[in-house]
C-alpha cells in the first residue's frame, strides 16, 4: 500500500474545464509537496506547503494542505494543453530520525484541445 | 544551468548481468535520493544519502541493489545480478537540507 494514495489515478477533460486531484494519507506530514513531470523528464516541484489549512495559488493551480497535515489537494482553474502531465504528490517524514521524501503513485491527466 | 545529470540515459541488458547507474548531483546540495518508477508502484524510495552518508535503505532489496557516494560529486546505483522485475525508469535527486528535490532526467534500464 502507498503512504500517499493520489485520486484520481487518471484524469481526461476537455481544454477549459477545471478540476481537482487529491492527496491523502493516514500519515501526518511536515511538509507536502507537488511536483509535474512530463514524458522523458524527471518531475519538476510547484510548490512546497507546510502549515495546515495553508493555500497557496500558482496562476491557476490552487494547492490547499488539509488541517490536519494528512491530505492535499490541487484545483486547476480552466485547464489548457500545457498542463497535461503526471502530478505527484511528496511528503515529508521522519523515518528512524531521519527526513524521507516519499511520493504518491501520481494522477495522469490529459487536457484535450 | 545547474541540474542533476544521470548517465546512462537507457540501458538494456540481460538478466543476470551487472548494472551500474551514475549521478552527479548539483553542486552544493548535501542530500541525494534514488528513486525507481514504474506505472505500476509509482516512484519508490530506495536509498537517501546525506552529507554523502547513507541514512534509509530500506526500500532497496539489498541482495542485489547497493547505493553509495564515493564522493560528494558522484552517486550510484548498481544491480547484480540484474532480474527482468528490475526494469524500470530510475531517478536521481538531490537538495538542500531537506528542500526542493531536483530530479536528473532519469535511466530507463530494461532487462531481457
Known amino acids: 500500500t502507498q503512504l500517499l494514495e493520489q485520486s484520481p489515478q487518471f484524469l481526461s477533460i476537455q481544454e477549459g474545464e477545471n478540476l481537482t486531484v487529491y492527496c491523502n494519507s493516514s500519515?501526518?506530514?511536515?511538509?507536502l509537496q507537488w511536483y509535474r513531470q512530463e514524458p522523458g523528464e524527471g518531475p519538476v516541484l510547484l510548490v512546497t506547503?507546510?502549515?495546515?489549512?495553508e493555500v497557496k495559488k500558482l496562476k491557476r493551480l490552487t494547492f490547499q494542505f488539509g488541517d490536519a497535515r494528512k491530505d492535499s489537494s490541487l484545483h486547476i482553474t480552466a485547464a489548457q494543453p500545457g498542463d497535461t502531465g503526471l502530478y505527484l504528490c511528496?511528503?515529508?517524514?521522519?523515518?528512524?530520525?531521519?527526513?524521507?521524501?516519499?511520493f504518491g503513485a501520481g494522477t495522469r491527466l490529459t487536457v484535450k484541445p | 544551468d545547474a541540474r542533476v545529470t544521470q548517465t546512462p540515459r537507457h540501458k538494456v541488458t540481460e538478466m543476470g548481468q551487472e548494472v551500474t547507474m551514475r549521478c552527479q548531483p548539483i553542486?552544493?546540495?548535501?542530500?541525494v535520493f534514488w528513486y525507481r518508477q514504474t506505472m505500476m508502484q509509482g516512484l519508490e524510495l530506495l536509498a537517501y544519502?546525506?552529507?554523502?552518508?547513507?541514512?534509509?535503505d530500506s526500500g532497496m532489496p539489498k541482495d542485489r541493489f547497493s547505493a553509495e557516494m564515493p564522493d560528494a560529486t558522484l552517486a550510484t546505483l548498481k544491480i547484480q545480478p540484474s532480474e527482468p522485475r528490475d526494469s524500470a525508469v530510475y531517478f536521481c535527486?538531490?537538495?538542500?537540507?531537506?528542500?526542493?528535490?531536483?530530479f536528473g532526467e532519469g535511466s530507463r534500464l530494461t532487462v531481457l
Open positions: 535527486a538531490s537538495g538542500l537540507n531537506g528542500g526542493e528535490l531536483f
Open positions: 500519515s501526518v506530514f511536515s511538509s
Open positions: 506547503v507546510v502549515t495546515g489549512g
Open positions: 511528496a511528503g515529508k517524514i521522519q523515518v528512524h530520525n531521519n527526513n524521507d521524501m516519499r
Open positions: 553542486l552544493g546540495h548535501n542530500t
Open positions: 544519502f546525506r552529507n554523502r552518508a547513507p541514512l534509509d
